[in-house]
């Protein structure tokens, strides 16, 4: 099963993003564009994993969990992977908490190496992906301004299933990890 580890976001903080990408949307027709009810803030994507190790992984992230506190998050800038000139990806990330949000995957991510699993090769960076592009383009970004002080309290994280369909991904939850 494909897995990662995300922090889920209220209800209302999604449907503030979607507004948002939604009044830009026209500007950038040619972006995959992210389902309301899977936009999270990415912590840790494991790829395929056997479902056998699931209780193992849950320990980990359990430890992980238990090492870092309730934060408040502010959404920050707007950004590109790998760079705002051949973008393949549009995120958001964070203003207030990416401290913590990168905590939380230092954690995870030693948990997960003594546990057997291969390191993350990139460096972290706490983001809300908005889209995906096939091809690398410009995106222009700086020219986008999203709401300012858009937070919410985070006291979770979650280990997702990825389910790949025609119509896009679906996300299922298999287990939550409160912080604390």
Do not use: C
Not at 78 to 85: D, E, W
Request: glycine share 6%.
């Amino acid at each position: 099963m494909r897995a990662f580890f995300g922090i889920g976001l209220p209800a209302q903080i999604r449907r503030e993003v979607k507004g948002f990408t939604d009044n830009i949307r026209s500007s950038l027709p040619r972006m995959k564009w992210v389902e309301e009810e899977n936009l999270h803030i990415t912590l840790r994507f494991l790829s395929e994993v056997d479902e056998k190790r699931i209780p193992e992984i849950s320990s980990a992230a359990s430890k992980a969990a238990k090492a870092v506190k309730q934060f408040s998050t502010i959404l920050g800038r707007l950004g590109a992977f790998p760079n705002s000139r051949k973008a393949r990806v549009f995120w958001w990330g964070l203003a207030r908490g990416a401290e913590d949000a990168g905590q939380i995957f230092n954690n995870l991510e030693r948990n997960l190496v003594n546990s057997g699993f291969e390191p993350e090769r990139k460096p972290y960076h706490p983001h809300i992906t908005l889209a995906r592009l096939r091809n690398p383009v410009p995106l222009p970004v700086d020219d986008f301004k999203p709401p300012e002080h858009l937070g919410f309290p985070a006291s979770t994280f979650t280990l997702y299933q990825s389910i790949l369909t025609p119509q896009g991904p679906i996300y299922k939850v298999i287990e939550e990890f409160r912080l604390g």
